[in-house]
């Protein structure tokens, strides 16, 4: 597993959150993801051979957020 951090920009409420957690958690080859809307990031635990990280991030723009 591998693990990585984004930054997460446009989040403003708990939905915001629910829905980036949502959105990364129904991807396949995702084991974990940690939301925090303080700090702006998404942590996500990931299986390396099943996801690209360039998928996590396409899947929170999809929702409407920008990531750095």
Known sequence: MKKITLNVEGMSCSHCVKAVKDAVAALDGVAEVEVDLKGKTATVEYNAEEIKPERIQEA?????????
């Open 60 to 68: 929170i723009e999809e929702e409407g957020y920008d990531v750095e």
